[in-house]
């Protein structure tokens, strides 16, 4: 289990960082980023936020433009961000921006050719948490949260494994992905034709059967191009009425899908997980 | 005077916005970014704080990685970010980061083949604040600031028009450029070889023969690369002692030249500029 540091760059007197390492998940080299707020130079072990960025995007999105590092820093909370797939010579990919490369859709691929590398559920639930916890002063206290592809993932992921996980939430998620383009096109890729191994992975199914509740926050912006057809909202809040589940959902009105409407709200976002990790 | 809208984002409750026009004095189609607070949803005029970025950057990179916009929100500040030198097709390049495109380093230039675009200071002075002036809800109470290249910019455009800008920052400026390998490549080419004329565009000269004062507030870090060869900030505080010049000048240990460093600190830079500002 060895990483290798790539950079270092202090950041509201804590230290963000990249590293590489072989993933035996994923089967190839990943690259992962990680704030590590000032508090661990107290010999305190912080609890750890989880960002599972959406399509197109890479470790660094967030560290550079969510403006989290900030609150992190207040709060004691490490932030740690995986790329959005496998990479690399030999791994499949697709034309598309919104599969192969940069859109591993957090599900394990049992489908050929995807199945050799995309095993991103895996990844963010298993090997990555334990590679975190093994190399750097954090808790085993974890919290979640992801934006469009990655709020998909955040919101799966957490509901899937609720003992893993202190809270949820999201920006702007995929919220019905059996029923969106992108999701359609992705499990039918990664999963293949029988939808009932899709459902497993839709954050609405979910929500509706979950027996086990964590918090969750969601947010989205009332002018985002994607909100009615790929994004469906309105799925998700159903789901959690109908079955007694705590999300709090809030639609804002004039932001769109940009890192500008996260940076905007992020600070609730550390906030509501920083609540539920008893920061 | 016609400027076309590129893009809108909303952001902290106002509006990040991208916009292009035809520059008379740069002689080419030029692209600034502008944040508007919220407060002038409320009919009032707000006052500008430009920013001025380094070598490679555009428009954009201080909009989406420094976080001013939620201190600019508060504080009723907008902000104007302008590209850092001419472009397109025609416009005279260099094969390096440091010259030409993405390097207009906030002068006049005189000498051919860069006179006939690379008239970066009366852009910043003239051109673009009228540009601002007239189009958007702001008054004429004007700050600058920047980083780097854009931060020699800031500090020697405002000490040039001390009656144009009440405050002036910069995050790691080129302080003494007369000294140091990017600012000779630059002025030489820019401005040939008669050093009188570089040293009326040195931060450092300026400030040690300055009769007319405005607040200055210099951050630089303390692991920057570039520091000791390229950057002194120690010619400027000696500049600024032999002449009692008003400069807050701090060296923060282990901050770099990155976007990280101005991120942490921009919030005190935009608190020094309202207080100045009367906001």
New interface residues.
Partial sequence: MTIENISV?????GW?KQYSHQSKTLNCAMRFAIYLPPQISNGEKVPVLYWLSGLTCTDENFM??A?A??IAAELGIAIVAPDTSPRGEGVANDEGYDLGMGAGFYVNATQAPWNRHYQMYDYVVNELPAIIEASFPVSNERAISGHSMGGHGALTIAMLNPERYSSMSAFSPICNPVKAPWGKKAFTAYLGKDKATWRNHDASELMRKASQFIPAKVDQ?G?DDFLAEQLKPEALEAAAKVNGYPLELAIHD???H????I??FIEEHLRFHAQHLNK
Same sequence: chains 1, 2.
């Fill in positions: 760059n202090k950041s509201f007197g963000q550079q433009k403006g590092q900030r912006g002018a004039g932001y769109d940009s890192y500008y409407f940076s905007s």
